[in-house]
């Protein structure tokens, strides 16, 4: 029994963190972060690997990104019995107080981008018009969907 409740505890250990999959088009895959960063980055870049290729993708963005709006509301009832020194009266009330509060919800979200691929062969270099985009010595090729 000691054993099995082991593992359990094990695995629920190892999946404190995931990459939930919020969105993707041409200029990227967004991730939401949920659990343990550290884990959950990990399986962004397992996610990433295996659509674009190891180490063929990059970093666009990342941040808290607002998704909403949290509430939270509390109240607390006093109830209270005072007698008089002669014991013959007893009054009784009772106070409550509310408090309440909003803020906005947020997820911590991060943009990868597949690499482009290798930028066709331009003109020599030292030709009319430099080095190929990038290529050694020359700017890097622009960024997806441009």
């Known amino acids: 029994m000691l054993r099995k409740l082991s593992v359990v505890m094990m695995l629920a250990l190892a999946a404190c963190g995931s990459a939930r999959l919020v969105s993707q088009d041409p200029s990227g895959t967004t991730f939401a972060l949920e659990g343990d960063r550290n884990k959950a980055m990990d399986d962004a870049n397992a996610q990433m690997t295996a659509q674009c ?30 007698t008089s020194r002669n014991g013959r009266r007893t009054q009784g009330g ?37 080095p190929p985009v990038g290529g050694p010595g020359g700017p890097p090729p622009p960024p997806p969907g441009y």
């Open 53 to 82: 290729g190891p180490g063929a993708y990059h970093m666009v963005s990342q941040g808290e990104f607002v998704i909403g709006e949290d509430s939270f509301a509390q109240s607390d009832t006093q109830y209270g019995e005072k």
């Open 94 to 130: 009772s106070s409550t107080q509310a408090q309440s509060s909003t803020r906005q919800a947020t997820e911590w979200r991060i943009t990868f981008a597949c690499n482009n691929a290798p930028a066709p062969a331009g003109p020599p270099a030292g030709g009319p018009g430099g």
